[in-house]
């Protein structure tokens, strides 16, 4: 009776592992595009006390400067074939300047998206961002029971004070990597917003702020 216990669990493991299999099996990309919604993680209340000193900041859009500009990255699957992870609102380097304009917003900061010309919806700023894209990307490999995430962000800033014509200068990396069981398109997301929002926060800690003029600390 025994024996026969052990074989009955041992065929319902290798049927439920042939499922699986079989599951994955079906789970071959074929060239689909996933769009993923890029914004900051909100911060906790009391990261809100931040102060600017009243500076106003126009955000302009950023240059796409990437290797790669056609998508945002690619999930290769188990069993062959892409999925091509894409930004939900509009291209990259557009977006970015809309991140980082909530970003600081949700700092304490009086900060607006630029018009062509460079100045916010209050007239002139204090302080104009520029900047170039270069990296922002999210890639997903998918294996055996297992699915490895890894983004990577890269931005050169351009912070131009009205006051004195000053102009402060950085580059902002960030990049990470998860491993997930079963993959979703949000997790990418997740990812990749933890990652954005780690690295504007060095924006706020190599600056202060003295009289409406940025300046690195």
């Known amino acids: 009776m025994v024996n026969e216990e052990g074989d009955v669990r041992t065929r319902t ?8 299999l079989i599951a994955l099996a079906g789970c071959a990309g074929k060239g689909e595009v996933v769009t993923l919604d890029i914004r900051t993680t909100p911060p906790a209340t009391e990261a809100m006390a931040k102060t600017s000193d009243g500076v106003r900041v126009a955000v302009a859009a950023f240059d796409d400067a990437r290797p790669e500009t056609k998508r945002l990255g690619t ?18 380097a557009d977006v970015v300047s809309l991140v980082i304009a909530e970003y600081l917003k949700q700092k304490g900061w009086r900060a607006e998206v630029a018009n062509a010309g460079g100045a916010s919806g209050a007239g002139s700023p204090d302080v104009l961002l520029t900047g170039k894209l270069l990296d922002m990307s999210v890639n997903a490999k998918s294996r055996v029971f297992s699915t490895k995430i890894t983004a990577t962000t890269k931005m050169a800033i351009q912070a131009k004070n009205t006051a004195d014509d000053s102009v402060v200068r950085m580059t902002l990396n960030g990049e990470g990597s998860q491993s997930v069981f079963w993959f979703e398109p949000e997790d990418a997301q997740s990812l990749l917003n933890v990652i ?10 190599t600056t202060k702020v003295e009289n409406n003029v940025l300046r690195l600390k």
């Open 13 to 20: 493991v290798l049927f439920a592992l042939g499922a699986g």
């Open 75 to 92: 999930r290769t699957h188990l069993w062959g074939g892409e999925t091509y992870f894409d930004l939900t609102g509009g291209k990259p």
């Open 196 to 205: 954005l929002t780690d690295s504007l926060e060095k924006l706020l800690t």
